[in-house]
């Protein structure tokens, strides 16, 4: 190695093979400038493409904010509305409101109209005063209100008292809702200029985390510190909720009713104000808060009773009788456009017949039927009563003798993937058709006659309202220390008290069919193909009629009067009596809107509310404008299964899923969820949350563990005992895989003698101190509410 030369790189060793076909590839200087030019147009062409397409998007995200501007400051918009809500007990908002009025009106002196227009910040505005206390009011001024002023006052001692525990309940449920444009009072600051700002900055300090960041702080003691504020608020972009502008709806200054003469019970109630939000059409569907879905009879689109240029002194809504405002274009539905008030969906019975029997057919079917009954069947595992009714079966006879082998193997079918009870022919228990009758009625739930129970408080004495409410807590302690755990019924069979329910070989794996036995309710109901497929083609049809302007639409910004026709009359005399303390609200239905389905949101527990959930109670569901009453049962949320369990109470510090029957409401919306006093007195908030998905085949599972203890272990095989009271049992639920809480798997051999004790064979050594269990689980549904809208309940 030592005469090696350093390897030295000559410069003729190239790729080409000669000198001649060097510069075969080279290229001439005039093609290369053509080429070099030609990609350098490429270049500059899609940068100038991809300029011009910015541009676009500026100029129409320009257009769409001034057009916005204009359509909520302009003269045809509707009046702005302000909220001033007190964040203490302490703070006066009727002299700020007072103030506010007599700023922007023309009026010198006598009362203010609470809708008044100034010509002078050409602005109009309807101010509201939120009650403190009553938290149903302020909820329904919340949902209307462009602009929310939190009003806090300086004089407070310490800084927790600039907003007190009613405020901050009240705060988190306007930010539950959507928070609209907001803005913060601050009242009563001293007059010397230091002390004043020194308080401001305090006050500022202390509420700035309980606002969003654009939050602005206001000075509001003097008529100049007012007068900066308009000129701010008139030229400031207000920002709404996304679920609010996407139905158009109506804040009434003015309701009334009509009785019907045709109908005694019924009456024709009238809405006066101003639409909002997006066109409203008079085929449309409405919904009034708290009330139900109605159709319209008429809407009367009138005369502006405040124009921003008024050229009158005086104010037309200061008149009492807004009947006389002139009316300028009446809008009357047409039979065949206007939207039918569908609510539930009328099945027939003889749908899917296609011809009726004659006598002999049924004769000759009744004694197939009873034929087939005598004597046994084989059927493929898995196989329901449904499917078995239209197999075939040919082979009876042929194979007597193999099932006259399989006598001792009666119970539970365990499928590979999943486990199930077979039909009634494949058992071999004669007292099991003749208790069918009481099997059912003992299959109620526990929880569903307790509900019945607390439903019907009003029949029942203080004591018995105090013992049922402790039975509830007692239970919802038992179910977060020991979940799904039931004890074994000494009076019933197990195989009938749990006849319901089958086992599963893998949650997460095995099939379960959406669409087997269902409820009669679910008859009642409507379900879609593909839901998101339908709101787009829904929200897109809205659109395309807010774009054309139609005829039959009362425009949004103009002051209408809306006709509702088939009210109730006692929900019409509660409404009118309702508007004098809170605002009744109207919001137009998008197509399918009215018709039940079953409604999944996610819903959490809120703090501030101790007191427990439990499945299938009556609670009042505050969906966007919508309210309703349901009866939810709550769920976790699988995101790797399809299969969801059932929870029997809803618990705090976490999410669950609460599914009910309502009217179908396209997403995204915001939900506050309301529980009765047990006194019949007012309604508290329990739970906030959102819309999640309309799905009537999410499949909710609700799961009972049977418990069982080892009475002497050998190894792999131990005997346990109290899980089954009789033998019967034990080879009903044999099928079923059984574990343990220290982690062991299992199966079940045997019976052991007479008590029930059963021979279980494990898949490693099993401790004496260990629980062997067994799962079981049935599907879940909802409870049908007796009483849809809380007026109707009231």
Same mark, same amino acid.
Request: hydrophobic share 40%; proline share 10%; charged share 30%.
């Given at each position: 190695m030592g005469g090696s030369r350093a390897q030295v790189n000559k410069p003729h060793k190239t790729r080409f093979s000669s000198k001649s076909s060097r510069n075969i590839h080279k290229i001439s200087e005039k093609d290369k400038n053509r080429i070099a030019k030609s990609s350098r147009n490429v270049t500059?062409?899609?940068?100038?493409?991809r300029l011009q397409r910015n541009k676009m998007l500026r100029e129409q995200k320009k257009a769409a904010i001034l057009k916005e501007k204009r359509a909520s400051s302009g003269s045809a918009s509707p009046p702005r509305v302000i909220l001033l809500f007190p964040l203490s007990a302490s703070v006066n908002v009727n002299s700020l409101a007072e103030d506010i009025l007599r700023l922007l009106s023309t009026e010198v002196s006598g009362a203010v109209p609470s809708t008044v227009a100034s010509s002078e910040y050409k602005l109009r505005a309807t101010v509201l005063q939120a009650p403190h206390g009553d938290l149903l009011s302020c909820m329904e001024m919340a949902k209307v209100a462009d602009l929310v002023a939190f009003v806090a006052s300086a004089t407070e001692e310490s800084a927790c008292d600039y907003i007190d525990s009613f405020g901050s309940h009240c705060l988190s449920v306007f930010r539950s809702l959507g928070l609209p444009s907001t803005v913060v009072f601050i009242r009563d600051?001293?007059?010397?200029?230091?002390?004043?700002? /020194?308080?401001?900055?305090?006050?500022t300090s202390s509420l700035t985390s309980e606002f969003p960041q654009d939050c602005k702080f206001y000075p509001a003691d003097s008529k100049d510190d007012l007068h900066k504020f308009m000129w701010l608020f008139k030229e400031q972009r207000l920002t709404a909720p996304h679920w609010r502008n996407q139905r158009p709806y109506l804040m009434a200054q003015k309701v009334d009713m009509v009785p019907d003469d045709s109908s005694p019970e019924k009456c024709t109630l009238l809405l006066t104000g101003y639409t909002r939000g997006h066109s409203l059409s008079v085929n449309q569907l409405v919904h009034v808060s708290g009330a139900g879905d109605f159709q319209l009879s008429k809407i009367e689109i009138m005369k502006d009773p405040i124009p921003l240029n008024a050229r009158k002194d005086h104010n037309a809504m200061d008149s009492d009788d807004i009947q006389d405002v002139?009316?300028?274009?009446?809008?009357?539905? /047409?039979?065949?456009?206007?939207?039918?008030?569908?609510?539930?969906?009328?099945p027939d019975p003889l749908a899917g017949e296609q011809t009726w029997p004659t006598e002999a057919e049924m004769a000759e079917a009744d004694r197939n039927h009873n034929q087939k009954r005598m004597r046994k069947r084989t059927l493929p595992r898995g196989t329901s009563e449904y499917q078995a009714a239209w197999i075939i079966d040919d082979t009876d006879e042929e194979d007597s003798g193999v099932e006259d082998d399989d006598e001792d193997d009666e119970g539970m079918v365990l499928d590979e993937g999943e486990s199930g009870f077979p039909s009634q022919e494949g058992t071999n228990n004669p007292d099991f058709e003749e208790d069918q009758a009481s099997l059912y009625l003992r299959d109620s739930d526990e929880e569903t006659e307790n509900d019945s129970m607390m439903m019907e408080g009003e029949n029942l004495t203080r004591e018995q309202i105090e013992d049922e409410i402790k039975k509830i807590k007692e239970a919802h302690a038992e179910d977060e220390e020991f979940p799904d755990e039931v004890d074994t019924p000494l009076d019933v069979p197990a195989r009938k008290r749990f006849a319901k329910y089958r086992g599963l070989k893998s949650f997460r794996t095995s099939s379960w069919d959406p669409k087997e036995s269902l409820p009669p309710e679910y008859a009642r109901i409507f379900a879609f193909d593909n839901f998101a497929r339908t709101q787009k083609h829904v929200i897109a049809k809205a659109e395309k009629m807010e774009q054309e302007g139609r005829d039959d639409c009362s425009p949004a910004g103009s002051y209408a009067r809306l006709y509702i026709k088939d009210v109730p009359l006692h929900v019409a005399s509660k409404l009118c009596a309702a508007f004098r303390t809170a605002p009744v609200i109207l919001c137009g239905l998008l197509q399918h809107e009215s018709k039940m389905s079953v409604l999944h949101f996610s819903i959490k527990k809120v703090d501030s509310y101790d007191a427990p959930i439990k499945a299938k109670e009556e609670l009042i569901f505050h969906v966007g404008f919508r309210q309703f009453v349901a009866r939810p049962i709550f769920s976790t949320d699988n995101i790797n299964s399809d299969k969801h369990k059932m929870e029997r109470f809803l618990h705090a510090g976490r999410f669950s899923i609460a599914s009910i029957y309502a009217p179908i409401s396209f997403l995204h919306l915001p939900l506050i969820v309301l529980k009765g006093a047990s006194g019949g007195g007012t309604p508290v908030v329990a739970a906030v949350g959102s819309l999640r998905s309309v799905d009537p085949d999410r499949i909710i599972l609700k799961k009972i563990i049977l418990t069982g203890y080892p009475q002497r272990v050998s190894k792999l095989k131990a005997t346990v005992r109290y899980m089954f009271h009789n033998p019967e049992d034990v080879r009903w639920f044999k099928p079923v895989e059984v574990w343990t809480k220290c982690g062991r798997r299992g199966r079940v051999k045997e019976p052991v003698g007479t008590h029930g004790a059963i021979k279980c064979i494990f898949n490693g050594g099993l401790q004496q101190h260990d629980t062997v269990c067994m799962s079981l689980y049935k599907r879940a549904y909802p409870k049908w509410p007796e009483h849809r809208f809380p007026v109707l309940n009231a």
């Open positions: 500059q062409g899609a940068r100038a493409a600051l001293p007059t010397e200029l230091k002390r004043r700002n /020194d308080a401001k900055k305090i006050v002139e009316v300028i274009r009446s809008l009357t539905p /047409d039979p065949l456009s206007q939207e039918p008030l569908l609510v539930e969906n009328v």
